[in-house]
């Protein structure tokens, strides 16, 4: 049981609405395969994938086979597709769970095609990555065909899908997006010269939702748009809003927290570890039950703040492992046992994910990741 007064609530409903704002500017021809890796970027990935599906969701993108166990568990029937492949051992139980593998590695297919043979499957589905710039996962263009050789061998598998991942689709400016689209545009016409005709045809991320039409094709992947946050755009190296670069969704995930102690001090009193803030005039201090080891960045020390009572209320002092520090002097009324807004929106005041990776330096995808396990979500809606 949980008493330790450090929560995230986690609107359900806000991430249905979420959907359908992609669905709708993408078009009821294109495929949403909704991204829950990372525990849904740290929302809950049984309850977000629980949602997703209920929503029409019929797909759903998990990192591996361990993040796709408990939803099959959960009894989620929606398509899984496992985006960053498999180790070996694991390809019996991707078959027998009706898992969708990324494939790019020749092995992939001579472990899935016996896995699937043994298992009596016909037609076991899987999707070929190409690796057309990001360096990371992939077959590379000039390797397709060995790839692809082996697939024509296998009698129980089907390509049903091609896939590749853009590294900068927020950097308007960059020649590197239609480098890579030119280079999949190959690789494409390469798969179906040797008689292939994959039906899911998937390149764009969030960013790519938003902002490159051209690259929709048959699916698209959003992630972090699902839980209301994508990257500033740029051109030129300056960020850039407005116009087409809106999207419309809405944050699901507020953090909160409840004062835990109230200190008063005079001048010139150093706080936290390392007295790296000290008061300039007698002071009112709450204490708040939250720190890094909740996956409260370190680096919002003395930078970040809170809402309290519907005011603003800057850190101060060094974020230890379990405790932060707030400045609420001139608040009234603020007592042991209030309500504290972390992350969220209240009364037209808000402190976001994107303004947190802001002061660390960091992304809202990372914020919202490193929300640790010891945090409770409650959903609702």
């Known amino acids: 049981m949980a008493t330790r007064p450090t929560w995230a609530e986690v609107s359900l409903a806000a991430l249905r609405q979420n959907f ?25 990935a049984v309850e977000c994938s629980k949602a997703l599906e209920t929503e029409g969701a019929r797909w759903l993108g998990v990192t591996s086979l361990d993040e796709a166990i408990p939803l099959r568990q959960a009894g989620i ?11 070996r051992g694991e390809e019996a139980e991707i ?7 990324t494939v790019w590695e020749p092995w992939h ?3 899935l095609e016996k896995a699937a043979a043994a298992l009596g499957v016909a037609r076991h589905p899987v999707h070929l990555k190409v690796d057309t710039g990001m360096g990371r996962l992939g077959v590379a263009v000039e390797d397709l065909s060995a790839v692809l050789n082996g697939l024509k061998q296998a009698k129980h598998l089907v390509l049903e899908g091609l896939s590749t991942h853009l590294a900068s689709s927020e950097i308007m400016d960059t020649p590197s997006v239609a480098d890579q689209e030119s280079a999949f545009e190959k690789a494409c016409e390469m798969v179906r010269g040797v008689g292939f005709d994959p039906t899911l045809v998937h390149v764009a991320n969030t960013g790519a939702v938003i902002s490159r039409k051209e690259t929709w094709n048959s699916m698209v992947r959003p992630g972090v748009a699902l839980y209301g946050y994508y990257l500033p755009f740029q051109r030129a190296g300056r960020e850039v809003s407005g116009g087409t670069l809106r999207l419309g969704v809405k944050p699901i995930l ?20 390392g007295g790296s803030f000290v008061t300039k005039a007698p002071t009112h201090v709450a204490v708040l039950p939250v720190g890094y080891a909740d996956g409260y960045n370190r680096q919002l020390s003395n930078r970040g703040r809170v ?7 800057p850190i101060v002092g060094s974020i230890s492992m379990d405790l932060t520090l707030v400045d609420v002097t001139g608040i009234p009324g603020v007592s042991v046992g209030d309500e504290v ?9 808000s402190v976001d994910a ?11 995808y990372e914020i919202l990741c490193n929300i640790s396990k010891r945090v409770p979500r409650r959903h609702d809606g």
């Open 354 to 364: 994107l303004e947190h990776a802001r002061l660390a330096n960091s992304s809202p």
């Open 307 to 313: 809402i309290v009572r519907d005011h603003y209320a």
């Open 341 to 349: 807004i972390l992350l969220g929106t209240r009364d037209g005041l």
């Open 20 to 44: 359908r704002i992609v669905q709708k500017h993408v078009g009821a021809n294109v495929t949403v395969c909704a991204v829950v890796k990372a525990d849904a970027y740290g929302h809950g």
């Open 254 to 273: 507020t953090w909160k927290t409840r004062i835990l102690s109230m200190r008063h001090f005079a001048a010139n009193h150093p706080l936290g570890y």
């Open 109 to 111: 297919v001579e472990a």
């Open 95 to 101: 078959v027998r769970l009706r898992l969708t593998p």
């Open 77 to 87: 029937q929606s398509h899984i597709l496992l985006m960053t492949g498999f180790w």
